[in-house]
């Protein structure tokens, strides 16, 4: 889980969004004084991801929060997440924004764990892009890693990918590959991304430590895969879905980059019961 300090502030913001200058509904209706619990609960099978951001939630409005499962567990429906305890104008302040954050991460998670489970027996591990939601991208990159799956460089700060586009201003895939590895002086590995088993030839030659391989069909991956031997991890990426996968898993490839992990989740079903009359 990444640190509290990079993420907290997402939560402050989300309940500021949410909550504006005060929760109307419950101020009308429920006493100040009201207190009660709930539980939340799962409504479809999914792998968890995000009880310490739910926890957070509930923490800054004063409710009291009480995981039953860990991130990473692979529930089945009805499996209940969580037990909160307090003031009832708190709790249903915190409900939707604890379940936005839930729901979207561990729908990254389950996800993620049906891809990985895709390529089961297969050399291929399944890592994730840069796609991701502006401001939530630790976050989204936790959630996939509770979905078995691997994380890409986190931005353009900490890895070094010489794509096409760096390629179309250089004009010389050797000469970018040398320079980046003088830049790096050892302490990060340089990705290029190459279209042919030429290119991947160029690149290897001159000193690139991985090869992306983008929107090429199984046949021409496998050709490169089988012409590197070994010699640097392959990757793939490029529209790979969960139907396609394994055919591409079978063609030899180290790695499959999907930015669908996170660009494309669907938030699963959870939900917040209320299970105990509230008193004053």
């Known amino acids: 889980m990444p640190a ?85 104008r708190g709790i249903l302040a915190g409900e939707r924004t604890a379940l936005n954050f839930l729901q979207r991460l561990s729908g990254i998670a389950t996800g993620t764990a049906r891809f990985v489970a895709a390529v089961a027996g297969t050399r291929a591990r399944i890592f994730d892009t840069r796609k991701t939601t502006p401001g939530w991208r630790l976050l989204e990159k936790y959630a996939v890693r509770c979905g078995g799956g691997f994380n890409h460089r986190l931005g353009l700060y900490d890895g070094i990918l010489i794509k096409d586009n760096h390629l179309r201003v250089t004009g010389d895939l050797g000469a970018a590959v040398k320079s980046a590895r003088a830049a790096a002086r050892g302490a990060l590995a340089v990705q290029v991304e190459v279209e042919s088993w030429d290119e991947a030839r160029d690149a290897i030659a001159a000193g690139a430590d991985l090869l992306l391989i983008d929107n090429q069909t199984p046949e021409a991956l496998a050709e490169i895969a089988r012409r590197v031997a070994g010699r640097v991890p392959v990757e793939a990426t490029g529209g790979i879905r969960l139907d396609s996968v394994a055919q591409v898993a079978r063609t030899g490839v180290d790695r499959i980059s999907i930015g669908a992990l996170t660009h494309s989740a669907a938030a699963v079903d959870i939900a917040l019961e209320w299970n105990a009359p509230s008193s004053t």
């Open 4 to 88: 509290r300090a990079r993420w907290v502030g997402l939560v402050e913001a989300a309940l500021v969004e949410d909550l504006g200058s005060g929760d109307l509904t419950s101020e009308a209706t429920i006493p100040a004084g009201a207190s009660g619990e709930a539980r939340v609960e799962a409504r479809e099978a999914l792998v968890l991801a995000g009880l310490e951001v739910a926890s957070e939630v509930f923490a800054q409005l004063d409710v009291e929060y009480e995981a039953q499962c860990a991130d990473g567990d692979q529930l089945e429906a009805g499996a209940l997440l969580a037990h909160v305890r307090g003031p009832a």
